[in-house]
């Protein structure tokens, strides 16, 4: 009879047997089973073929084995079904389980009950929406692999900390779920903080990441203060950052050098504006470094055929560079009506051209035909740079004198579609004396 030790090395040499076999069926596929090493493998050939074969049915291909080639060690039955029937059943398609292995292959080794659903289950306490979850996911897989009492839990108290609503953060997760993933101590912290030194008051800040979660994404160091050290060296003020920053946050991470360099010589060869006023123009508008060449353009081209001196649209363009993101269909019927309607000369346009960046039928038509009704004759500053309830006080007092210089677009004002702005006038907020409060009025529709 053979002893016991006799069998425990027969079994060994069975093994190391079975080990090179298996190796050697890999090889043949171009895998490379050196990470192996020190892992368990199957009993036999037939048990790793029906892996690799799974795998491949799923969209992976020997370039994705040596990826990472641990994979490999995953039971088909006992790590591989039920990670992939509980992923499908949380939101992601059959059609992309392969991709989101292949983008986080580690989930094959994850247990369904201890690791994934406790994660999910996280999210959904954030107010990510179930239908959601697969969604953020396929963004951000290795949030999985996470600890939930770690970075997670850190990022978001720390953003609620500074104001940002607990109920925008299921939003924030699904719009860019990166900054759960974030150091509170090394990335947002410091981002956040640099943007209060700016002049941007921390509910500002949170608002801001209310809305554009990703700015957080934006490198401190090599682009955020690029960008803002580029806006001070072409005019902007240092005291107007905050304004820009708070109207337009994503210009603190486009190239933003070489659209500047673009749009200051475009505004200075076709609309004769100098850099001085072109500064002006980027603190009032500053999603003009992004608004094309081409729609820029025609507005100001529609201007220059109405006879009105390129040096007075230069003029219009840097008092209100809003009116270059106007749709000319739309500036013609207001035009039509000035002209016919209203009678008034080219010179109230040139001092008042937000009048273009207000709806006719809306606002322009209804306040004309009230002041004339009363015989009452004003500025267009006066008739239309103000509020509704404002202007019937001031239509019941039978005066409409502009109680400011003009209207201002320093504090705020989003890009929106001509024709439906509503400029505020600083009468209109005469009510607030904190300036962080006013600031925050005027962004918090960002």
């Keep these: ?15 190391l047997v079975n080990r090179v076999i298996i190796c050697d069926y890999l090889k043949s596929l171009g895998i490379i089973p050196d990470e192996l090493e020190s892992l368990e493998l199957p009993s036999t050939v037939q048990v790793m073929k029906e892996r690799v074969e799974f795998l491949q049915r799923l969209g992976l291909t020997v370039d994705d084995f040596n990826e990472y080639p641990l994979m490999l060690g995953c039971s088909v039955r006992k790590n591989i079904i039920p990670v992939l029937g509980y992923l499908e059943k949380i939101g992601i398609s059959r059609s992309k389980l392969g991709e989101f292995v292949k983008s986080y292959p580690q989930v094959l080794h994850m247990s369904v009950v201890v690791e994934l659903m406790p994660v999910v289950k996280f999210l959904r306490g954030l107010d990510v929406e179930k239908q959601d979850i697969g969604f953020v996911l396929q963004k951000y897989p290795e949030l999985l692999g996470f600890k939930l009492e770690g970075t997670m839990s850190t990022s978001v108290a720390f953003l609620v900390s500074i104001g940002v609503s607990p ?109 001085e006023g072109f500064a002006q123009v980027i603190e009032k508008m500053p999603q003009i470094v992004s608004l094309s060449q081409q729609v820029i353009l025609k507005p100001a081209q529609f201007l220059l055929e109405r006879s009105i001196p390129p040096h007075d649209v230069a003029k219009m363009v840097v008092k209100c560079p809003q009116v270059l993101a106007s749709r000319v269909a739309l500036m013609k019927n207001s035009f039509y009506f000035f002209k016919s309607e209203m009678g008034r000369p080219i010179k109230d346009l040139i001092d008042f051209p937000e009048y273009f960046t207000y709806g006719l039928e809306s606002r322009i038509k209804p306040r004309y035909q009230l002041a004339k009704s009363k015989g009452i004759r004003c500025s267009l500053d006066s008739l239309l740079n103000c509020s509704d309830q404002r202007f019937e006080e001031r239509l019941q007092d039978g005066c409409l004198e502009s109680e400011t210089v003009g209207p201002s677009f320093d504090m705020g004002g989003k890009l929106q579609l001509p024709g439906r702005y509503e400029i505020v006038s600083e009468s209109d907020e005469e009510d607030e004396s904190d300036n962080e409060t006013v600031l925050y009025r005027r962004t918090v529709s960002l």
């Design 1 to 15: 009879m053979p002893s016991v030790t006799w069998g425990v090395i027969q079994g060994k040499k069975e093994k």
């Design 167 to 275: 109920r925008d953060i299921g939003p924030m997760v699904t719009q860019y779920p990166y900054f759960l993933g974030m150091r509170v101590g090394t990335v947002i912290k410091p981002f956040v903080d640099y943007m209060v030194s700016l002049g941007l008051p921390k509910k500002i800040v949170a608002r801001m990441l209310e809305k554009r979660a990703y700015i957080l994404g934006y490198n401190l160091e090599e682009t955020v203060k690029p960008n803002v050290d580029c806006l001070i060296s072409f005019g902007v003020r240092k005291e107007a950052l905050a304004s820009v920053i708070a109207q337009y946050p994503q210009i603190l991470g486009v190239p933003l050098k070489a659209k500047l360099s673009s749009q200051q010589y475009f505004f200075g060869l076709k609309l004769k504006v100098d850099p």
